[in-house]
């Protein structure tokens, strides 16, 4: 009887000891980037130091991803600890209870360090519910050489008009050098982007309080027009089908003398390893329409959140405000260099010497995002939130159904008059049957 | 003369057969070209001559273990053809050989599940794994590939049980052979070609599917088809490394068609010409 006692008092201070020993395992669903490949590569300093803590990542495109965890959350699953999500994202998801709030991660996080837009754009009703990983805003990038040859000049405020006549001006289609580069391809973060953040640089909105879409009105007539305008007369062949990463190409290859696009393309452009014009780069904020103050709003940011059906949500959280610390940043500083930091989400980095130094993007990227108001894009009344996009659900159906209109109106299918009408009576349509417009 | 257009017409049969054949081939020979480049000559247009660098390779493996999602392919396809065919078999043999009055609507509704779109029932099969521990499981993931491959093993099958003669199946009964020793011993090994060319197919249908191996998994079991998706980047030079990837993840499948194609093609035209 002893003996069996004996033995069951050892196995139970075994177990004792076993237990704490297991480490809790989180899974992080991620995309498929240049700073989400290197945060997992960097991790080592996180699980030293949280040797209870597992992690298992899950990579996957971007859409994918989305559905992914959409069902994963709608059902509860709790398949995920971590989500990577962005600025379209939280707003809804948090409105829904899916997300949990981010408001205690330590007293080191220094959450007021955060970019003031970029905590708005993850914030609902002040309650922060995902943390930046990286952000970005848009730009303008062009090629310095090709303008001076050009005899012209594009000023830190650029309007569209000044666009048009610099673009004008370096296009020598004999030579393959296209004045201008902008997104054609099809799709509610594709073409519809960037249409969305020009249609508010040109007073534009997508919808009226009522819900009523606009694009019978006078301004996205206009912005259609120009941009169908610059592209054809200046842009390169085969337009319509040109996302970020082709462009990201033609510019690299020194075929574009003005690219338009994502703050975060300004570290491609000016390696040296990868890009032939790395030296011959500037860049000025996004255009506007003389007379418009509004610079397109565009604000993305790729963050990290915690989803309600979590079974490890502290565990969770402490990575999270580890992959966004500020010592975070300095972690990759160290190990890949400045330029290496991730970008657009804290005001340290920008008052860093170092990186202002590695960085000639830096200042311009900053002045971008300062400018980015996500939570009133337009210059009129609107109804909605979201800069380059409309923060609703049904809008990456409407995003993209309109985007492709307009890629075939590009593409010379049909006229920017019957684009905008096709837009404005699909969009009526899928408003009126969501229950917006009563 | 009639040797002569004959031959010119052979010469003209196999140049067509060669373009087809190069013509259905060339995405993969791409692929595999495009695998060989850097990202920049990737992304920089058509090009057929690659620089013959490995670095993507190097950076998918480097980035990614390809030995555990390599070994949950095999096992899911291998396991759900072999799971379908133990189902298959008798099904096919009862369809072939005892045919009822609504045999014929049995094999059309069998069939007619694989028209629905299978996004219209994710959400309960989504929740049934979930609810009965199966998400992020092999037995899960290889139970719910037999399923969806199961109306065409049984379709093929019955195919071809029907060329086999009902009357060497009696002969056996007649010789005193069991339902199971007639299954086993009779007709399985009169129908090798046709199971075999059944099993290599589903095989190849298992390793290819993308939708569920995707929804219904996230590290434990994720096959080949994770693998890939995870190379696809909205930001940044990823087409090099994502056909490194892609054509790590169909090189197995690729070797094994190469190596069976025999029996695949004796298999598909097995009863054809009588």
Redesign the interface.
């Known amino acids: 009887m002893s003996m069996m006692w004996r033995s069951l008092m050892g196995a139970c201070a075994a177990t004792a000891l076993v237990f704490p020993a297991v480490a809790e395992t989180i899974t992080i669903a991620t995309v498929n980037n240049g700073d989400m490949i290197r945060m997992q590569k960097m991790t080592k300093s996180f699980t030293d130091a949280n040797p209870d803590i597992q992690l298992e990542w899950v990579t996957l495109e971007e859409n994918i991803l989305r559905e992914r965890v959409t069902t994963d959350i709608a059902t509860s699953g709790g398949q995920y600890d971590v989500l990577t999500i962005g600025t379209y994202e939280v707003p809804i998801w948090a409105a829904q209870d899916w997300l949990v709030a981010l408001d205690d991660l330590g007293d080191d996080y220094d959450v007021d360090d955060l970019l003031p837009p970029v905590r708005a754009a993850l914030s609902v009703e002040d309650t922060l519910y995902a943390v930046p990983f990286y952000a970005e805003s848009a730009m303008v990038m062009y090629r310095t050489d090709l303008a001076e040859a050009a005899g012209v000049t594009i000023s830190e405020n650029p309007t569209w008009t000044e666009i048009k006549a610099a673009a004008e001006a370096m296009t020598d289609k004999g030579s393959e050098t296209y004045g201008i580069c902008l997104r054609g391809k099809p799709g509610w973060g594709e073409n519809m982007a960037f249409l969305t953040a020009m249609s508010n640089s040109y007073g534009a909105r997508w919808f009226d309080p009522e819900w009523n879409p606009q694009f019978d009105s006078a301004e996205w007539n206009e912005t259609l027009t120009d941009y169908l305008d610059l592209m054809t007369n200046y842009g390169p062949p085969g337009a319509s089908s040109n996302g970020f990463n082709e462009n990201l190409s033609l510019f690299q290859q020194g075929k574009c003398g003005i690219w338009i696009d994502a703050t975060v393309a300004a570290s491609f452009v000016t390696d040296p390893a990868n890009s032939t014009v790395a030296d011959k780069v500037g860049f000025a904020k996004f255009p506007n329409k003389d007379g418009v103050d509004n610079h397109g709003n565009w604000l993305w940011a790729w963050s990290l959140a915690i989803p309600s059906s979590s079974n490890s949500p502290d565990a969770a959280k402490k990575f999270v405000a580890w992959a966004t610390s500020k010592a975070y940043t300095e972690e990759v500083a160290a190990a890949e260099g400045w330029r290496a930091a991730p970008p657009g989400t804290r005001t340290s980095l920008y008052e860093n010497a170092e990186y202002q130094a590695e960085a000639p993007f830096a200042a311009m990227t900053l002045t971008a995002i300062e400018a980015a108001n996500t939570q009133k894009s337009s210059v009129q009344d609107i109804p909605y939130t979201g800069g380059q996009f409309v923060a609703i659900p049904e809008f990456q159906g409407i995003g993209t159904a309109v985007g492709q209109q307009f890629s075939a109106a590009l593409a010379g299918q049909m006229s920017a008059t019957d684009a905008l009408a096709a837009a404005q009576a699909n969009t009526t349509r899928e408003m009126t049957r969501a229950g917006y417009i009563k | 003369m009639a040797r002569a257009v004959s031959r010119n017409t052979k010469i003209g049969y196999t140049i067509a057969a060669w373009f087809v054949a190069l013509l259905i081939f060339f995405p993969i020979l791409y692929t595999i070209i495009t695998s060989l480049k850097t990202?920049?000559e990737a992304?920089?247009g058509f090009n057929l001559i690659p620089s013959f660098t490995l670095q993507s390779y190097e950076d998918v493996q480097s980035?990614?273990n390809y030995i555990r999602p390599f070994m949950n392919s095999v096992i899911i396809a291998v396991g759900s053809t072999i799971l379908a065919l133990i189902v298959a078999i008798p099904a096919a043999w009862a369809m072939a050989f005892s045919p009822t009055k609504r045999t014929k609507d049995i094999l059309m509704w069998m069939l007619s599940t694989k028209m629905m779109p299978a996004v219209a029932v994710?959400?309960p099969i989504?929740?049934i794994f979930?609810r009965t521990g199966l998400?992020?499981t092999r037995i899960g993931l290889t139970v719910m590939l037999m399923l969806i491959n199961l109306p065409i093993v049984v379709w093929m099958l019955y195919t071809y049980f029907r060329e086999i003669p009902g009357e060497i199946l009696e002969a056996a009964r007649m010789d005193g052979a069991t339902l199971g020793q007639e299954i086993v011993y009779v007709l399985t090994p009169m129908a090798v070609p046709g199971i075999a060319s059944t099993l290599l197919l589903n095989i190849i249908l298992a390793w290819n599917e993308s939708f569920w191996t995707?929804?219904l998994t996230?590290?434990n079991a994720?096959p080949l088809s994770?693998f890939i998706?995870?190379?696809?980047?909205?930001?940044?030079?990823?087409w090099a490394k994502l056909s490194a990837a892609s054509v790590m993840a169909i090189a197995p499948i690729l070797i094994m068609g190469w190596f069976s194609q025999k029996q695949l093609v004796r298999g598909l035209t097995f009863g054809a010409v009588k």
Do not use: K
């Open positions: 990202e920049q992304i920089s980035q990614y994710l959400v989504y929740l979930l998400m992020d995707i929804q996230t590290t994720a994770a998706a995870s190379f696809s980047s909205p930001q940044g030079l990823f």
